[in-house]
């Protein structure tokens, strides 16, 4: 079973099944549609908690581009690109505030290595949205 972490700020809409997807870098082996994934916060730390497991639905690659002062310059889903309009509610389902907020965690996460724009190519997963944690979490509430 595939499993993926998650900063501590993203726990409570995982949990609340508001953010049932998440942008990952090209791995050897990410989960497959179908397939069981397990969602923890703080993994290798001593405040690891596992938020739960649900399934895979979806696995699509992802194209990114942030500029530190103009926010949002593009998102390509797959070979589409997507409108302006959709925007916010894409960085809603990935647990931000909106399309700001994102371009501004993503380029203090990951500052871009010349110049204004960050780059990411990936792929975006999804699952279905996740039920309360079971009885497996470790350590404190996030």
């Not at 997507?82 to 960085?91: E, H, Q």
């Not at 203090?108 to 309360?132: K, N, S």
């Amino acid at each position: 079973m595939v499993t993926y972490s998650f900063k501590k700020r993203f726990a409570v809409p995982i949990l609340a099944g508001t953010k049932a997807q998440t942008l990952r870098t090209d791995w050897k082996r990410h989960v497959r549609p179908g397939e069981l994934v397990q969602l923890f916060t703080g993994m290798r730390a001593k405040y690891c908690r596992r938020l739960g497991e649900a399934r895979c639905t979806d696995i699509v690659p992802v194209r990114l581009a942030f500029s530190r002062h103009n926010a949002t310059e593009l998102i390509r889903l797959g070979d589409r690109l997507m409108a302006p309009c959709l925007l916010d509610t894409f960085a809603r389902a990935n647990g931000f505030a909106n399309i700001t907020d994102m371009a501004r965690f993503w380029c203090a996460e990951y500052p871009p290595e010349e110049g204004d724009t960050l780059t990411f190519e990936g792929v975006l997963i999804r699952w279905t949205p996740l039920a309360p944690a079971d009885t497996l979490d470790i350590g404190a509430a996030a």
